[in-house]
């Protein structure tokens, strides 16, 4: 990419019209091509395109080009780089001695001044002289601009509140931009129950400059944190912008949920347990298909019942178990009374054939601590209800398992490590 880029700002050089006409359709056609590319690399490229035409004496015009494209882009975030060229290139480039007309001037700078502060990936601008100081937390905010003299927006109003009542994880913050109260009064009784209401028929909160309310219907989508996830939205665009971001999110957590499937360790079980109650098998969850809960849903009520079991501050249960005590040979013990008179224990299921297992009883004999080890194996083997039982109390999905119970049998630690134990 880097070396087409150079190849257009050499040609550019050219001194005939007739190539310079040719070598600006090729910019175009490059500009065309970053489409595809995300919002960090456009704007990458557009500072080395202009950088590289600045340096042959033609950085205003090529600035120009590249600015109109992003200007009159339809895709969503081109914003971001017009607005980034038109303060970095054309209005530094211009604030001398300027070949551009007063009026063209004028009209960029008004475009960066109306767009500036509601750029996708910026902290949304809060209206508190509208009364508007902060978002509902846990949600996602749309702020609706409107008017009831617009015909577009009384279009656009009950596809919106369908909407509404179709994503329980939308919070609407309605913005009137006329003047009659009387007519606003009688709206909010009607329409938009339940949303937040504002109005600022004074723009003394800036809101038209902040959120480029130069017309109506206008429409923001907001993330959690307050930053800017969509702008200039209608009800379809929004649909869409809702089904890409609940889309990405289900990959995101489906990586990171497997990923802390495997892991071993305690963090990694409470971090596995948090990503579970707080994103799959919550309320606003991702996860809604006939297929997501064959796939995804069910897994995660099986690990969450594992998660369940063995909790520090628990009893270890009665159960009897034969196993050996600090390398001794083996014997019968209850667990829950184990550590009586000995202190804290750490028991260890493991099986044969384990390599993990191996290095955690390598470990385990190297310490000076309490150690009861349980091959499973062999429980299985001889003692098939000793053995239901015990997958019945603890988390044996993926041996070896180790857990610590202190003197009086409650649990203190579970998923314990003792190669990579601090």
């Not at 089904?243 to 079980?269: C, D, H, I």
């Not at 299985?380 to 000793?386: A, G, I, L, N, Y």
Request: proline share 3%.
């Amino acid at each position: 990419m880097r070396r087409l880029v150079l190849i257009f700002a050499v040609l550019l050089c050219v001194p005939t019209l007739k190539a310079q006409v040719a070598d600006y359709d090729k910019l175009s056609e490059y500009l065309r091509e970053l489409d595809s590319f995300d919002l960090s690399t456009k704007l990458e490229e557009a500072d080395f395109i202009i950088d590289s035409a600045n340096e042959r004496g033609m950085g205003l015009e090529v600035a120009m080009r590249v600015y109109e494209h992003f200007r009159n882009s339809l895709l969503m975030g081109d914003e971001n780089v017009a607005v980034h060229v038109a303060d970095r290139w054309i209005l530094p480039l211009c604030s001398d001695c300027c070949s551009l007309a007063d009026s063209t001037l004028a009209q960029i700078r008004n475009y960066a001044d109306f767009n500036r502060e509601s750029l996708l990936g910026m902290k949304a601008p809060l209206l508190p002289e509208a009364g508007l100081d902060g978002f509902v937390a846990g949600k996602l905010n749309l702020i609706f601009f409107y008017d009831l003299d617009c015909a577009k927006c009384r279009l656009e109003i009950p596809q919106l509140e369908a909407m509404m009542a179709k994503h329980k994880e939308l919070s609407l913050n309605a913005f009137y931009t006329g003047t009659d109260m009387s007519a606003w009064a009688a709206f909010r009784k009607e329409r938009f129950i339940g949303a937040r209401h504002f109005c600022d028929p004074d723009n003394a909160s800036d809101y038209i400059r902040k959120y480029s309310v130069t017309a109506t219907p206008r429409m923001f989508l907001i993330d959690s944190e307050g930053i800017l996830a969509g702008r200039m939205l209608d009800c379809e665009s929004l649909e869409e912008l809702l089904k890409q971001r609940k889309n990405a999110e289900k990959k995101a957590v489906s990586q990171l949920f497997n990923e802390l499937v495997t892991m071993r360790g305690n963090e990694a079980k409470e971090a596995l347990e948090y990503v579970i109650d707080n994103y799959i098998l919550c309320d606003g969850s991702p996860f809604d298909t006939a297929e997501d809960s064959l796939m995804v849903i069910g897994f995660a009520q099986i690990q969450k019942d594992l998660l369940s079991r063995a909790r520090p501050g628990s009893r270890m249960p009665g159960t009897r178990v034969k196993g050996s005590l600090n390398g001794g040979r083996e014997r019968t013990f209850r667990l829950d009374r184990i550590s009586r008179g000995r202190g804290k224990v750490v028991i260890v299921f493991h099986t044969e054939g384990c390599g993990e297992c191996t290095a955690q009883l390598e470990a385990a004999k190297s310490l000076k601590q309490n150690i009861f080890t349980i091959n499973m194996d062999r429980i299985e083997k001889h003692s098939p209800k000793t053995f239901r039982r015990l997958m019945d109390s603890f988390d044996l999905s993926v041996l070896p398992f180790l857990i610590e119970c202190d003197e009086n049998g409650l649990i203190t630690r579970r998923y314990v490590d003792l190669i990579n134990q601090n």
